[in-house]
């Protein structure tokens, strides 16, 4: 009990037990959900870099028409910028396969990576 004579609670368990990731899916059904992962993942990182074209067009003081976007040739430095975006948002999103991967490889768990 506090000080005013409630009850306290403990608290609630953040994670499932017994194991560390319960499983919801069949083997089958990881192999479609991955597949729509990184369906989705490459309509994400398009939409990254049509949204960046259009960034870049603006700061040049260009009307942000189909034709600029469409005429529009990045740097090498923006080139280089969002590979780099894209292969973090790679390592994020696929952190924990990569992990498992990593703890199959070492035979022993796989340390957490904090992003």
Not at 80 to 93: D, G
Not at 105 to 115: H, I, L, R, S
């Amino acid at each position: 009990m506090d000080d005013l004579g409630a009850p306290t609670r403990k608290p609630r368990r953040r994670f499932a037990r017994g194991q560390s990731r319960p499983d919801y899916l069949r083997p089958g059904d990881v192999d479609q959900v991955m597949i729509m992962l990184v369906a989705l993942m490459s309509e994400v990182s398009a939409l990254r870099d049509r949204l960046d074209t259009h960034e870049a067009v603006a700061a040049l003081g260009g009307a942000t028409t189909t034709a600029a976007i469409e005429a529009y040739e990045q740097t090498s430095e923006r080139h280089a910028q969002r590979e780099t975006n894209r292969a973090a948002m790679l390592k994020r999103v696929l952190r924990v396969v990569t992990e498992e991967r990593d703890a199959a490889a070492t035979d022993g768990p796989a340390k957490p990576v904090v992003v």
